[in-house]
């Protein structure tokens, strides 16, 4: 499956943005969607992941409360809707695709999309 992150930008703390993450190539339903981040010089972290079906989810204790991840299988897209947002939250984010729920491993990967938080 290919995945195509957008939404990224620059915001103020306090501030919203939502990403999406479009995916393409197989039957998006069959997967398991993540949210991952990155920040300069640290390791990807998990963010959020939403079952098959979207009526599952699960968040880093970091952002519990203040992101909220939501699918919409007809249009084969995942979003991040991020509320209160932090100077810490700054990093790339990136969705990415497992068949298996809450697996350590996910097979596919978007591209990142930048997500800045000024103070």
């Excluded at 999406?20 to 972290?45: I, L």
């Excluded at 959020?48 to 699918?71: C, E, L, M, P």
Aim: aromatic share 12%.
């Amino acid at each position: 499956v290919q995945l195509q992150a957008c939404g990224g930008g620059l915001v103020q703390a306090g501030g919203s943005l939502r990403l999406s993450c479009a995916a393409s190539g197989r039957t998006f339903s069959d997967f398991v969607m993540g949210w991952f981040r990155q920040a300069p010089g640290k390791e990807r972290e998990f963010v959020a992941t939403i079952s098959w079906g979207g009526v599952s989810t699960n968040y880093a204790d970091s952002v519990k409360g203040r992101f909220t991840i939501s699918r919409d299988n007809a249009k084969n897209t995942v979003y991040l809707q991020m509320n209160s947002l932090k100077p810490e939250d700054t990093s790339v984010y990136y969705c990415a695709a497992t068949r298996k729920w809450l697996s350590p491993l996910y097979d596919y990967w978007g591209q990142g999309t930048l997500v800045t938080v000024s103070s």
